[in-house]
T-cell receptor, first 109, second 113 residues
Framework: GEDVEQSLFLSVREGDSSVINCTYT??????LYWYKQEPGAGLQLLTY?????DMKQDQRLTVLLNKKDKHLSLRIADTQTGDSAIYFC?????????FGAGTRLTVKP | DSGVTQTPKHLITATGQRVTLRCSPR?????VYWYQQSLDQGLQFLIQ???????AKGNILERFSAQQFPDLHSELNLSSLELGDSALYFC????????????FGEGSWLTVV
């Protein structure tokens, strides 16, 4: 497909792990990103991964990259209510970045 | 705080009017990007400037224009506004021309009535 695709909604219980999935478009994308947007706020860069990596871990966040399938995922361990937000997957394409529509993560106490 | 500053934060204006949104990039960043986020279109790339020059153009309407000034701040001009232009407009900046990480401002909420 031509779009960066993400599922629109995800709901988890506090303390569980969240996994947000993304399918991107260009196998030559150099960087892939996860951004977080809280209500009424801008996009905050959470993490990024170089295309020559399979995995990147940063505290509670784990990013997995499957280049063959052009699939990117973000795992949030021990999800907290403060993690409730919209999460955007993005790929860099030269001078442009292409974003998915965002996954709204709801964390229930 | 990303270091990218946008003004105004909120703006309400009437159809047919013209507005200017302003962005100050992070200190030292040469690239400025503009994005539009609306409910039905998601996050859309509009345009990028690098050190004063236009570098890339996305889904930017002809009624919209932008520029980057010598001090590296940027302005997005929206004219002949329509109801459908109501959206959150983000500015982002980075220190390089491409293939790099960009940092977003808080956005400017534009409501056209």
């Amino acid at each position: 497909g031509e779009d960066v695709e993400q599922s629109l909604f995800l709901s988890v219980r506090e303390g569980d792990s969240s996994v947000i999935n993304c399918t991107y478009t260009d196998s030559s994308s150099t960087y892939l990103y996860w951004y977080k947007q809280e209500p009424g706020a801008g996009l905050q860069l959470l993490t990024y991964i170089f295309s020559n990596m399979d995995m990147k871990q940063d505290q509670r966040l784990t990013v997995l990259l499957n280049k063959k399938d052009k699939h990117l995922s973000l795992r949030i361990a021990d999800t907290q209510t403060g993690d409730s937000a919209i999460y955007f997957c993005a790929e860099s394409m030269g001078n442009d970045m292409r974003f998915g529509a965002g996954t709204r993560l709801t964390v229930k106490p | 705080d990303s270091g990218v500053t946008q003004t105004p934060k909120h703006l309400i204006t009437a159809t047919g009017q013209r507005v200017t949104l302003r962005c100050s990039p992070r200190s030292g960043d040469l690239s400025v990007y503009w994005y539009q986020q609306s409910l039905d279109q998601g996050l859309q790339f509009l345009i990028q400037y690098y050190n004063g020059e236009e570098r890339a153009k996305g889904n930017i309407l002809e009624r919209f224009s932008a520029q980057q000034f010598p001090d590296l701040h940027s302005e997005l001009n929206l004219s002949s506004l329509e109801l459908g232009d109501s959206a959150l407009y983000f500015c982002a900046s980075s220190d390089r021309d491409n293939g790099n990480t960009i940092y977003f401002g808080e956005g400017s909420w534009l409501t056209v009535v």
